[in-house]
């Protein structure tokens, strides 16, 4: 039997296994088991769920929407930002002009009139990744 997975769907599985990103590495050690199943809870497809815990639920492999393929949740971003980035304590940042590396070589961004109109707490953040990897525009359909 073999799986063909999409990158979208391997970063899912890879979000599943290890929610906490960087955090805690030994949630890579987490092992995930891959189902078909004909009457899962979102119809027939591949179905996901961790090996030790098959109690805990299971998610469906489908294909992401544009939603899931940004690196943060617009839905509740003030209007006035069209820049989200993360620095490396895994703080959001929104700005209203696109930011940029640090000067000072610190871990960071900035942007010329250094206005943030928007934050996030790690706790919250979506983006768990390097930092550096991390700015995003607001997208065309949140731009409404």
């Known amino acids: 039997m073999s799986i ?13 296994a290890n929610p906490d990103g960087e ?3 030994d949630q890579l050690g987490t092992e995930l088991t891959i189902s078909f199943l004909e009457d899962g809870h979102s119809g027939k497809g591949y179905y996901v769920w961790m090996t030790e815990y098959p109690e ?14 940004n690196k943060y949740d617009w839905s509740n971003v003030p209007i ?5 980035a993360t ?17 000072s070589g610190q ?13 996030l707490p790690p706790q919250v953040n979506p983006f768990k990744g390097d930092w550096k990897e991390s700015l995003e525009q607001r997208p065309a359909e949140q731009s409404q």
């Open 23 to 25: 955090n805690d590495l």
């Open 107 to 119: 871990c960071r961004w900035n942007d010329e009139d250094c206005y943030l109109r928007f934050g």
């Open 87 to 103: 620095d490396s304590l895994g703080y959001g940042f929104g700005w209203a002009n696109k930011p940029h590396h640090h000067s």
């Open 4 to 16: 063909t997975l999409n990158g979208h769907q391997l970063k899912n599985l890879l979000e599943f």
């Open 80 to 84: 006035e930002v069209n820049w989200i």
């Open 56 to 69: 805990e639920g299971c998610m469906f492999l489908d294909d992401l929407d544009q939603k899931s393929l």
